[in-house]
Each structure stands twice: as C-alpha cells, then as structure tokens.
C-alpha cells in the first residue's frame, strides 16, 4: 500500500467516500505511517497536549476549518491542556484510508 500522505511534498489524495472499510491487516499497515496513534476496534486515536486552553481551543478550531475541507470530521475530546482526536468512517462502520490521511493532517497541524 501507498504512501498515506507526504506532507513535505504535499502529495496527500483528497478524501473520498463509497469505500469498503479497510481489513485488520491494511489499518495495521497504514498505522505504521502515523506518529503516536492508536489502533484500537474501529477507529484512531491520539491525545495531543499543549500549554494551556487557548492553545488547545487554537487546535481544536485549525483541526475544524482543515476537516470541513476534507469533508471528513473527527471526534474530539477537549480539556483544559490536552485534545483528544478520534478518526472512524461512520458510513462504512469501520476505517477507512480518509480517517489515515486525516490523521496525518492532524499531524501536521499539530507541528505548525
């Protein structure tokens, strides 16, 4: 399997729908290109931690406007100095390769 996303070359493929969910194996795989997530039944996760609650909320608002682009939304969980962030594909009832590109978008924003 390809390549999720290189971010340094801003090769990510846009997010697409009408997918059957990816097997065990291929999850596994893709987890293999992310930093710090888990796998865990049907979706991913990672928390990400910051200095106070306006860094968080800051996140929390950049992860919004990049997920209403991709059309493709998260679960978050906010507390005051950490976010939680939960990747499924609701529609298919498991993981798809759009919850890994997003994943790594997170990432990335989370590095800026």
Not at 26 to 42: F, I, R, V, Y
Not at 73 to 94: E, K, L
């Amino acid at each position: 399997m390809a390549a999720v996303c290189d971010l340094n070359n801003k090769n990510c493929k846009p997010c697409e729908g009408g997918v059957p969910p990816l097997s065990q194996d291929e999850a596994k795989e893709l987890m293999k290109q992310l930093d710090g997530w888990s796998l865990k039944d049907n979706h991913i996760s990672k928390n990400f931690e910051f200095k106070n609650y306006y860094q968080v909320m800051a996140f929390v608002n950049a992860v919004a406007w990049m997920t209403h682009r991709e059309d493709h939304h998260p679960d978050m969980a906010v507390s005051y100095n950490q976010c939680r962030v939960d990747y499924s594909t609701h529609a298919i009832g498991g993981l798809s390769e759009n919850d890994f590109i997003c994943a790594a978008k997170v990432d990335a924003l989370f590095k800026i």
